[in-house]
């Protein structure tokens, strides 16, 4: 069996998430506000673990203000693993978050694809789009590039400053303990990634150190643990600590890590609704057994199949149902075509909708652009 490896750069093997939340000491989500139970991916324990969430829990159940900050890779086509922090995205936008979205083009820049242009045409057409036909408003929504923090120059100075003063309050060794192989530009993009975490708390953008919530997977841990432990030696600032949640990662279309270099991993939200019937027909890893007979007698795994999974995070959202189809699967009543099926079906109608929002989002991207 491979290792179990997770970093910002990589993801293998099967991962144990109890042994994650051990090893990176985090805490099991428990106890959530009542609202967020409406949610899927919070009801069923898709996000599942967290660190320091109870401050970002108290000023949603107060009605006070807080922000949600992320980034984004854009590093190929928009698929339903990416879907899963926009829905995160939307969720808190509708609890009263304000939404910090940053592409990270300088860290695509220094460890993927060494031109600008295209990241932030990509960036753009794929991810901001996307974005959008999903539900994203641009009131209280700062979307903005790495690159090109801001055209005010003072919120550009401060957040440039932020990044050249956290870099006096890390160390190599600390780089090295929590991401093992380490270069120069690795390094830059993790200290420009700790200032897109805790640069809304400035003076210059909310004017206060508010709860800062920041959804993540857990590949994307140590870049959080950086910045926590930099924000808590900089004495410069005073910042509320970072606290995030953690979401389990959405299998890929042949039951491993979604790949943005291959497109059989994966369903694009581009992708027509024929083109994904193709793809779940012949790469969705199935959890069936080999024969109609065997299936029958033995039922299937709906644990790694991964046309159940894609229902389970997306398109099920009545939990007696999804219940039902989990039982009818275990107990061979229910064969891997038919669980297919019931998953086209469901994703056909999603697209086609999604699609024809896209068009209305394409004349909004503006907004967004400041």
């Not at 967290?50 to 922000?67: L, M, N, S, Y």
């Not at 879907?83 to 300088?106: E, H, N, R, T």
Request: charged letters at 30%; aromatic letters at 10%.
């Amino acid at each position: 069996m491979v290792k179990q490896t997770i970093t910002p750069w990589e993801v293998k093997g099967k991962i144990d998430y109890d042994k994650l939340i051990r090893e990176f000491g985090l805490q099991p989500l428990q106890h959530l506000p009542k609202k967020f139970n409406q949610h899927p991916l919070f009801r069923r324990g898709i996000i599942f673990a967290h660190r320091d969430f109870k401050r970002v829990a108290e000023a949603i159940e107060q009605k006070k203000p807080f922000i949600m900050m992320t980034g984004l890779m854009p590093s190929g086509k928009f698929h339903f693993g990416h879907k899963m922090v926009a829905d995160q995205i939307i969720f808190y936008q509708s609890l009263g978050a304000k939404v910090y979205i940053a592409v990270a083009d300088i860290e695509a820049y220094t460890t993927r694809k060494p031109d600008m242009a295209a990241l932030r045409k990509l960036a753009i057409e794929e991810y901001l789009t996307n974005y959008i036909a999903l539900g994203l408003k641009p009131k209280n929504c700062h979307f903005y590039f790495q690159s090109a923090r801001s055209k005010d120059g003072e919120k550009a100075n401060a957040y440039y400053k932020l990044a050249g003063m956290l870099s006096r309050h890390a160390t190599f060794n600390e780089f090295k303990a929590i991401y093992g192989e380490i270069s120069p530009g690795k390094m830059t993009s993790s200290l420009l990634q700790a200032a897109d975490m805790l640069h809304p708390q400035l003076p210059e953008f909310e004017g206060k150190s508010l709860p800062t919530i920041i959804p993540v997977g857990a590949d994307q841990d140590p870049h959080l643990r950086i910045a926590r432990d930099i924000s808590r030696r900089i004495k410069a600032f005073e910042f509320t600590q970072l606290s995030s949640t953690y979401h389990k990662f959405l299998p890929g279309l042949k039951g491993e890590k979604m790949s943005s270099s291959d497109s059989t991993s994966y369903i694009a939200l581009t992708d027509s609704p024929e083109e994904a019937a193709k793809k779940i027909k012949k790469y969705a890893f199935s959890g069936g057994q080999p024969t109609l007979e065997e299936h029958r007698k033995k039922g299937g795994n709906p644990d790694v199949d991964v046309a159940y999974q894609m229902l389970r995070y997306f398109f099920e959202p009545d939990d007696k149902k999804l219940k039902k189809i989990h039982d009818d699967y275990r107990s061979g009543k229910l064969l891997t075509g038919e669980l297919k099926e019931l998953l086209i079906k469901k994703m056909t109608v999603f697209l086609k909708q999604h699609q024809q929002k896209r068009k209305q989002a394409q004349k909004l991207v503006d907004k967004f652009l400041n």
